[in-house]
C-alpha cells in the first residue's frame, strides 16, 4: 500500500505466491480459495478496516501458476487496484440474488487443472466468510471440480515471519512500549478503570499505533480474578493490581503484551508473583531456538509458575503473533509445532497470588537462527507501582 514505510515492495507479495504455488503443486492443488482478511491480506496487501462489516464476501483466488485474481464487491475496487494485484473483478454487493458467488465460479473453473482440486484453509483457527448457503451453491456449480482442504499451506506459510514482517511487529511493539512508559500519566489511586481504558488507548494512539483493536484491563486487590473483561468503573484503591494487555496495530501488524501496575506499594505476595513470572519468561527465552517445540516453551514455563502441574484454566501459555493478534502456535502441552528461525511468538505465563487472583504477563519475541530475542521491551521483575493521582 502508498505511504512511506507502509506495505511491502511487490517482491515480498511474488516470493509468497511463489512459495505457495511451490506447495500446492507438491499438494496437487490446482488453486487456493482464501476468504478471511489475514489470508486475503497475505498476498494481495489489500488493508481496509472494512472487513469489520460482516455483510460482504471477498475473494482471492491463487492459481497453480500465475498471479492472484481477487473477486470482490466493487466498493472495494479502487483500493484493491491500488495493490500489485491486476486481474479485479467485481459485482455491486450486497446482492441478495447472487453475491460474487457466479463471478467467483467463473474465475476458479478458469483455474481448475488436471487434479480438478481447489484447496480451502480447513484447519484450526481458519474460517469460511461467506454464508454457507453460497458455499454449497459455489460447490454445486463446480462440479465435479472439488474442494479439500488447503494441506496446511497457509498456516506454514504464514507461520514463518520474513524480515520485513519481524521489523512491522517490532514498529507496534515499540508503540507499545512508549504508551505504557505514560501509565503514569492517566492511572493512580483515585483514577477510574473505565477512564484510564479509555486514555490508555489515546497514549497507544499518540505514540503511533493506526488502531486498537484489542484491549484487557483488568483490576483487582491483590490481582484480578480473570484477562478477558472489559472495564469498568472500579476506582483504584492502594493494593490493587492493574494490568494492561494492548493488542494495537501498526501498518497491518499487531504487537500483544502487557504490563502490570501496583496501586500504591505491593504486597510481598505480589511482589514475589510478578518476579517469578519474569523467572518464566527467561526460563523460555533460554531455550527458545528452532527445533524445539511449542510444548516445551509451555513446560519451561510452566515448571516456573505452577512447579510443572500442566497449566491453568486460561488454557496456553502464549501463542504467535502477526497479521492477527492471535495466531498459530498455542504453547500447550500437547501442541509439537517445531520452533522455526521467523516465528513470532507470544510468551505469557500466569500465576495464581492467592485463590482467585492471578498474576499474567506477556512479552513478544522473535525466533532467529541460535535464539530469541525481544521485541517489546522486557519488562523489570518489580512490579511498576503508581502513586496517588494529584
Given at each position: ?82 495493490t ?35 484447496g ?31 494441506a ?10 520474513s ?7 517490532r ?10 512508559a ?11 478503570l ?57 501498518d ?21 508473583a510478578h ?11 533460554d531455550i527458545?531456538r ?20 500442566g497449566?491453568s ?25 517445531r ?6 511468538l ?17 512479552e ?7 535464539g ?19
Amino acid at each position: 500500500m502508498s505511504g512511506e514505510g507502509r506495505g511491502f515492495p511487490v517482491t515480498e507479495y511474488r516470493a509468497r505466491v511463489a512459495r505457495a504455488q511451490v506447495a500446492m503443486a507438491d499438494a496437487g492443488l490446482d488453486a487456493l480459495l482464501l476468504t478471511s482478511e489475514p489470508d486475503v491480506r497475505y498476498f494481495s496487501g489489500f488493508l481496509t478496516r472494512f472487513w469489520e462489516s460482516p455483510t460482504r464476501p471477498w475473494f482471492l483466488v491463487v492459481p497453480a501458476g500465475g498471479d492472484p485474481v481477487a473477486v470482490i464487491p466493487s466498493i472495494g475496487a479502487s483500493l484493491m487496484a491500488q495493490t500489485w494485484i491486476e486481474d479485479v473483478r467485481s459485482w455491486r454487493s450486497p446482492d441478495l440474488e447472487d453475491d460474487g458467488v457466479s463471478l467467483l465460479a467463473e474465475a476458479l473453473r478458469e483455474v481448475a487443472g488436471v487434479n480438478r482440486r481447489l484447496g480451502l484453509p480447513m484447519g484450526a483457527e481458519s474460517s469460511l466468510r461467506m454464508p454457507l448457503a453460497d458455499f454449497k451453491r459455489l460447490e454445486a456449480a463446480l462440479s465435479p471440480v472439488t474442494f479439500v482442504g488447503d494441506a496446511g499451506i497457509m498456516r506454514a506459510l504464514r507461520i514463518r515471519k520474513s524480515p520485513a514482517e519481524v521489523e512491522k511487529i517490532r514498529k507496534a511493539c515499540e508503540v507499545a512500549d512508549r504508551a505504557f512508559a505514560r501509565v503514569g500519566e492517566i492511572a493512580g489511586a483515585g483514577a477510574r478503570l473505565d477512564d484510564v481504558a479509555r486514555r490508555f488507548q489515546m497514549l497507544c494512539l499518540e505514540e503511533g499505533a493506526d488502531w486498537v483493536p484489542y484491549l484487557a484491563c483488568p483490576c483487582g486487590p491483590g490481582g484480578y480474578h480473570d484477562v478477558i473483561s472489559p472495564a469498568d468503573g472500579h476506582v483504584f484503591a492502594p493494593g490493587d493490581v492493574l494490568m494492561l494487555d494492548t493488542g494495537l496495530v501498526h501498518d497491518g501488524y499487531f504487537c500483544d503484551f502487557d504490563r502490570n501496575f501496583a496501586i500504591g506499594a505491593p504486597s510481598q505476595a505480589v511482589r514475589a508473583a510478578h518476579r517469578k513470572l519474569l523467572d518464566a519468561v527467561d526460563a523460555a527465552m533460554d531455550i527458545a531456538r528452532p527445533g524445539v517445540t511449542a510444548a516445551d516453551l509451555f513446560h519451561a514455563m510452566d515448571k516456573i509458575v505452577t512447579g510443572g502441574q500442566g497449566g491453568s484454566d486460561t488454557g496456553r501459555l502464549g501463542h504467535g503473533l502477526g497479521t492477527q493478534l492471535t495466531e498459530w502456535p498455542s504453547l500447550i502441552p500437547q501442541d509439537r509445532t517445531r520452533i522455526a528461525t521467523g516465528m513470532a511468538l507470544t510468551l505469557e505465563p500466569g500465576i495464581e497470588v492467592e485463590p482467585g487472583r492471578i498474576l499474567v504477563h506477556e512479552e513478544n519475541i522473535v525466533i532467529g537462527d541460535h535464539g530469541a530475542e525481544f521485541l517489546s521491551t522486557r519488562a523489570d521483575p518489580e512490579i511498576l507501582c503508581l502513586e496517588a493521582r494529584r
